[in-house]
């Protein structure tokens, strides 16, 4: 015969409105992806559904979701982020991003280089002699998005390579051709006589 001091306690995963409140916020604003998606996990148990179910929506084992739950009762939203992972440290550092930043914001053209866009590769191949860290492209884009920089289509700018009178001379044409007034052109036909 079983005593009641031997049988197993029965877990409540039933949320009170402040951790509702609390799974809730993170799921929309952590910023930790796998903690919005363990809270995810917390709720779906708070909502009633069985280990198996929630196992299979959250696509991990059910042993995943007990020690998942079991993490969140005894350290609430914090219990759900990952250990610390032991050995190399991340490559780039607080330092590394500040200058990563910094450099982003400088025209390549005062560091002596014949360029004006910085492309990631020209990026990299800067950092790694400016602190001689080594990152693969992949690692760098990663950097890059999590510091929140996204990829734009560079503007070329010409006027480094222009000379300023045949420029000025350029636009003094340009303008007395706007003066000119157009020849009248049929609406009717994609055909137009040459002028």
């Given at each position: 015969?079983?005593?009641?001091?031997?049988m197993p306690k029965k877990?409540?995963?039933?949320?009170?409105?402040?951790?509702?409140?609390?799974?809730?916020?993170?799921?929309?604003?952590?910023?930790?992806?796998?903690?919005?998606e363990r809270a995810r996990l917390i709720r779906l148990l708070h909502k009633g559904h069985k280990h198996p179910e929630v196992a299979e929506i959250?696509?991990?084992?059910?042993?995943q979701v007990y020690w998942w739950h079991k993490r969140w009762r005894q350290e609430?939203?914090?219990?759900?982020?990952?250990f610390p992972r032991s050995g190399r440290p991340?490559?780039?550092?607080?330092?590394?991003?500040?200058?990563?930043?910094?450099?982003?914001?400088?025209?390549p053209h005062e560091l002596g280089y014949g360029f004006n866009v910085w492309t990631s590769a020209r990026?990299?191949?800067h950092m790694k002699r400016e602190t001689g860290v080594v990152v693969t492209e992949r690692t760098f884009l990663n950097i890059l998005a999590r510091m929140d920089f996204v990829y734009r289509r560079p503007k070329h700018d010409l006027s480094p390579l222009q000379e300023k009178e045949a420029k000025e001379r350029a636009e003094e044409t340009v303008d007395e051709l706007k003066k000119k007034p157009k020849e009248k052109r049929s609406n009717f036909s994609l055909w137009t006589k040459q002028p």
């Open positions: 015969m079983w005593h009641t001091s031997n877990i409540n995963y039933t949320l009170s409105e402040e951790e509702l409140l609390t799974i809730e916020q993170a799921i929309k604003n952590h910023p930790n992806l796998r903690v919005r959250m696509g991990i084992s059910v042993g609430r939203v914090e219990g759900l982020a990952d991340h490559a780039a550092d607080e330092a590394y991003r500040a200058k990563l930043e910094e450099l982003m914001e400088t025209d990026l990299m191949a």
